[in-house]
C-alpha cells in the first residue's frame, strides 16, 4: 500500500541554518504530496503543496520539489527562525482517491535555537 | 477561509463516563470531515471518514461502538468517546474537505482519569 517515510527527528539546527528535511515515498501513479507544520498543542496547518511531477511548492521560504524519478518530496529552507520550531509531517494523497485520506509519514520535529 | 474549529480544546473525564468532541467547519460546507487521533510525539493516525447523512467509515482496528460519530450537517461532525478509559487519552484531530483539500482543526485534548 502507499506510504510516507520522513528522516528521524529531532532535528536541532540554529538560528540561520539551512534545513532539509528527507521525505520519500510508495505509491502507485502520481499522488499528491503535502508538508503540513504543527505548532505544540496545534492542529495541523499545510505549509506546501504539489500534485505533479517537477512541481514545487513553496510557503514562507520553505519549499519542496515532487521528484518522481526518486519519489521524494524533500522539504527545504534557507535560514531558519527560533519560530520555525514545530513538528513537520509529510503526507500524500493517493491519485486514485483524490477526494479520500491523507498517508501521513512519522513526522520529523525540529528545534531551532537562537 | 476554510477554518474549522472544535471544541473543547480540551476535557478531562472520568473513567467510564462519555464524551463528545465537536467539528466545524465555520465558513464552508464539508461533506466529508475526517477524524484522527495523535499519541505525544506520534503521527496521526486515520481513525474514520464522517460523511454527511450517512454512516462513518471506520478504519481497521477502530471501535466503531466505543468511538461513535455523527455528521448530522455539513458542518457539524461529533466524535464521542463512549465509556472513555485512561487509554483513550489522546490528541483527537478533525478535518474537513472542501474540494480536494482537507483543512485541520486544532486538535481536542482529552484526558482520562
Known amino acids: 500500500g502507499d506510504s510516507v517515510t520522513q528522516m528521524e527527528g529531532p532535528v536541532t539546527l540554529s538560528e540561520e541554518a539551512f534545513l532539509t528535511i528527507n521525505c520519500t515515498y510508495t505509491?502507485?501513479?502520481?499522488?499528491?504530496l503535502f508538508w503540513y507544520v504543527q505548532y505544540p498543542g496545534e492542529g495541523l496547518q499545510l505549509l506546501l503543496k504539489?500534485?505533479?511531477?517537477?512541481d514545487k511548492g513553496s510557503n514562507k521560504g520553505f519549499e519542496a520539489t515532487y521528484r518522481k524519478e526518486t519519489t521524494s518530496f524533500h522539504l527545504e529552507k534557507g535560514s531558519v527562525q527560533v519560530s520555525d520550531s514545530a513538528v513537520y509531517f509529510c503526507?500524500?494523497?493517493?491519485?486514485?482517491?483524490?477526494?479520500?485520506?491523507?498517508?501521513f509519514g512519522q513526522g520529523t520535529e525540529l528545534s531551532v535555537k537562537p | 477561509g476554510a477554518v474549522v474549529s472544535q471544541h473543547p480544546s480540551w476535557v478531562i473525564c472520568k473513567s467510564g463516563t462519555s464524551v463528545k468532541i465537536e467539528c466545524r467547519s465555520l465558513d464552508f460546507q464539508a461533506t466529508t470531515m475526517f477524524w484522527y487521533r495523535q499519541f505525544p510525539k506520534q503521527s496521526l493516525m486515520l481513525m474514520a471518514t464522517?460523511?454527511?447523512?450517512?454512516?462513518?467509515?471506520?478504519e481497521q482496528g477502530v471501535e466503531k461502538d466505543k468511538f461513535l460519530i455523527n455528521h448530522a450537517s455539513l458542518t457539524l461532525s461529533t466524535l464521542t468517546v463512549t465509556s472513555a478509559h485512561p487509554e483513550d487519552s489522546s490528541f483527537y484531530i478533525c478535518?474537513?474537505?472542501?474540494?480536494?483539500?482537507?483543512?485541520f482543526g486544532p486538535g481536542t485534548r482529552l484526558t482520562v482519569t
Open positions: 478535518s474537513a474537505r472542501l474540494d480536494y483539500e482537507q483543512y
Open positions: 464522517s460523511n454527511e447523512g450517512s454512516k462513518a467509515t471506520y
Open positions: 504539489a500534485t505533479k511531477a517537477d
Open positions: 505509491a502507485t501513479g502520481y499522488p499528491s
Open positions: 503526507a500524500l494523497r493517493s491519485a486514485y482517491n483524490q477526494g479520500g485520506k491523507l498517508i
